[in-house]
Nanobody
């Protein structure tokens, strides 16, 4: 069973920076995509940034130019570097790994529990 865990959230002032990390553990044999989502109170979960197996990347328009998604495949870690944070970035941030594990050999989505990011003065 693949397990995913986020870390790095916290309280930051507007204009500040944070880096989120997301690590996947388990017998992963192939990764299709890794994605950051966020969900603000009373709102639907939205895609923030995504990186695909081949390295292509996409961002939500609201974070383009401020957030950077990256990965270290060797240790199954995904990052989200966030700069110039705004109060509207306040949300629980989740990561999702779409990958196949050795016991099943089919692609499935694995989610973390989320990490809170609060941007406030």
């Amino acid at each position: 069973q693949v397990q995913v865990a986020e870390s790095g959230g916290g309280l930051v002032h507007p204009g500040g920076s944070l880096r989120l990390s997301c690590t996947a553990s388990g017998s992963i044999i192939s990764i299709e995509a890794m994605t950051w989502y966020r969900q603000a109170p009373g709102k639907q979960r939205e895609l923030v940034a995504e990186i695909f197996r081949g390295g292509s990347i996409s961002y939500a328009g609201s974070v383009k130019g401020r957030f950077t998604i990256s990965r270290v495949m060797a240790n199954h870690t995904l990052y989200l570097q966030m700069h110039n944070l705004k109060p509207e970035d306040t949300a629980v941030y989740y990561c999702k790994w779409r990958c196949a594990e050795a016991s099943r050999a089919i692609f499935q989505d694995y989610w973390g529990q989320g990490t809170q990011v609060t941007v406030s003065s």
